[in-house]
């Protein structure tokens, strides 16, 4: 929604009509149908807890959610800042300045904010860990009034340069895993500090405008409602008992914040999806609330795909056909929400840094298409920062290019234009994008779209998550950290092969352990159902290892074949695992000890592969 163009006439006839304080009002109203200019802010005032504000306390009733994801604009959050956990090395009495600033952040100051603004983010995502301030292992959920404070002063930062703002509860040393407990006393406990702790948030901030939008949880609401790091006997929910919770948990914020009253009754809130996952908040297990307000319900997801250009230094280049396929199509799923009348907001993404502190390869090319699809679906994007391309301490962008990028894509940028110009151009890059893509990455023989050939692979991310090589059912070497070097061959039926993987050329020369390793038969299960792999040789720079447990074969897709190397994601093996005697009684998902891997400058497996016995 964009301003009228008889915006100016209307306020001339109430000003004629209602005085000069009606006309007050009436700039107020008309001004908040989009973000204020500098100019228009003359309204600042005392909250009612004494903290200097320029908001105006004006909620738009009629404004829907997917209207005002539009209004948000290009959106960034404040990382690693009031989220960061030091509850464990300060407890809960220390200043607040010790807790914002224990992940290596700077104290946030107007200054900052203004430069975010200036650098073309309208929209700014606080993730907040409240329990550092809140004893509540002693059954106490209150918290302290000066860290309430503290966030309020960082939230009038933002309102003062007319960006809108989202608040949440992010991870918080994972007390969410109480809701997993095998106690009802304990998870009966959890949500108890859950509705505290909202009732607490809203009731503080229940006068602000409709530019504060309050968000149910970070990425907690799913499988990690299972996390044993504060509930050691956590671990009991099925994953659809932890839809059923996550569902739960979300109607109990939208009924605890609606029952403050006042403003909070229209407040947008920001509902997180399943593991804030696309694919698994897609999921039609995974419910919206219900809510006594209308059309002021959006959903929360988040983008780091592929894990390894998005989330670490690891994989320094994108831009595969396959990359761009894979990026429009996840993001093409939300609009499943859109089309229900739920605005969406991508509360996080980002492009990690090289280890050097530079920007990766072809960052631009992501970031691009990314956000062109944002404008085809409607979406608000939130950029994940932690000074990595937006230096705090220096007030700016760390490279020019992605600079000139963000500042494209500001809501002023974009305010001239039609909603149907803005998606016909989106619409049109998108297109052009991936028609072009470069293939020059996509170095092998083999391609991975052709269900008619059988490809064998290591799949593998290391210890410290600095090399990777094609992590996932699909087949994808173009997915690989620099320097690394496979040996991949194609299955042809059944017989004896050698796949392997040669780590001296990247930068460390070596991968230190893993936290993830497969081997694979991309469409080993199309072409040949219910074979068996037999490892008969694991070696570890070209010496055998031998293995610390017996493995199974299985399949996660019903597409590609895998045997498990070292995967603690995996607490009990799978129904459908096989093994050459059918016996599973004794196969693990773990069969190396990470401890003798800590140098590997190479790693090669030798399997038989055929039909069960």
Not at 360 to 376: A, E, Q, V
Not at 452 to 467: E, K, L, P, Q, R
Not at 484 to 489: I, R, Y
Request: net charge negative; hydrophobic share 35%.
């Amino acid at each position: 929604m964009k301003k009228s163009k008889s915006c100016n006439l209307i306020i001339c006839i109430v000003a004629g009509v209602l005085g000069l304080f009606g006309l007050t009002m009436a700039v107020m109203k008309i001004a908040h149908l989009g973000p204020f200019a500098a100019s228009d802010k003359k309204y600042q005032h005392l909250s009612a807890n004494g903290i200097e504000t320029w908001d105006s306390g004006y909620v738009r009733k009629e404004l829907t959610s997917l209207e005002v994801v539009t209004l948000m604009g290009n959106g960034i959050n404040l990382g690693n800042t009031m989220e960061a956990y030091g509850r464990s090395a300060f407890g809960t009495t220390a200043a607040v300045s010790s807790y914002e600033t224990y992940w290596g952040q700077p104290v946030t100051t107007q200054e900052m904010i203004t430069a975010m603004k200036n650098a073309g983010f309208d929209s700014l995502r606080i993730p907040v860990a409240w329990t550092n301030a809140m004893d509540y292992e002693n059954g106490d959920y209150t918290i302290r009034e000066d860290y309430l404070n503290r966030v309020e002063e960082i939230i009038n930062y933002a309102l003062n340069e007319d960006m809108y703002v989202i608040i949440n509860d992010h991870w918080d040393g994972s007390w969410w895993g109480m809701f997993g407990s095998a106690s009802e006393e304990t998870r009966k406990q959890a949500m108890d500090l859950y509705v505290s702790m909202w009732t607490q948030i809203a009731e503080r901030y229940k006068e602000y405008s409709d530019y504060l939008i309050f968000e149910s949880a970070n990425e907690e609401l799913g499988s990690r409602l299972n996390d044993v790091d504060v509930a050691a006997d956590s671990g009991t929910l099925s994953e659809q008992e932890c839809y059923e919770m996550t569902n739960l948990i979300n109607q109990t914020f939208v009924d605890t914040v609606r029952g403050t009253g006042g403003n909070n009754a229209q407040r947008f809130l920001l509902i997180a999806g399943y593991n804030t996952d696309i694919q698994k908040t897609c999921d039609n297990r995974f419910v919206m609330p219900t809510d006594t307000a209308k059309d002021k319900l959006i959903v929360s997801v988040h983008y780091y795909t592929p894990w390894g250009y998005c989330g670490n230094s690891s994989l320094s280049v994108w831009g595969t056909k396959r990359n761009y396929g894979e990026q429009n199509t996840l993001l093409e799923m939300m609009s499943k929400f859109t089309e229900q009348g739920y605005g969406v907001i991508i509360g996080e993404y980002a492009v990690a840094m090289r280890d050097d502190g530079t920007v990766k390869d072809n960052i631009c090319d992501f970031l691009s298409n990314f956000l062109y699809n944002c404008d085809l679906y409607g979406y608000c994007p939130m950029l994940w920062d932690c000074s990595n391309l937006f230096i705090r301490r220096e007030l700016k962008m760390i490279d020019e290019d992605v600079a000139n990028l963000f500042l494209e894509r500001r809501y002023s940028a974009q305010a001239s234009l039609t909603e149907e110009e803005i998606k016909a151009t989106a619409q049109s890059a998108i297109e052009i994008a991936e028609a072009n893509a470069v293939s020059k990455f996509e170095d092998t023989a083999f391609d991975a779209e052709d269900t008619s050939t059988a490809v064998a692979w290591i799949m593998f991310n290391s210890s410290d998550w600095g090399i990777m090589y094609s992590v996932g059912d699909t087949y994808d070497p173009a997915s690989k950290t620099d320097g690394l070097v496979a040996t991949d061959v194609e299955v042809t039926g059944e017989g004896t092969y050698t796949v392997s993987l040669d780590f001296t050329k990247t930068g460390g020369g070596f991968a230190n352990g893993t936290a993830f390793c497969a081997l694979a038969i991309g469409n080993g299960e199309i072409l040949y159902p219910g074979y068996i792999v037999t490892i008969t040789e694991l070696a570890v720079n070209g010496e055998p290892y031998t293995l610390t447990a017996n493995p199974y074969t299985t399949s996660d897709d019903q597409k590609c074949t895998r045997v498990n190397i070292f995967n603690e994601w995996v607490t009990t093996v799978p129904p459908e695992a096989r093994t050459v005697d059918g016996n599973t009684s004794n196969v693990l998902p773990v069969i190396v000890d990470n401890a003798d891997l800590s140098h590997m400058e190479t790693l090669s497996i030798t399997f038989t592969y055929g039909p069960a016995q």
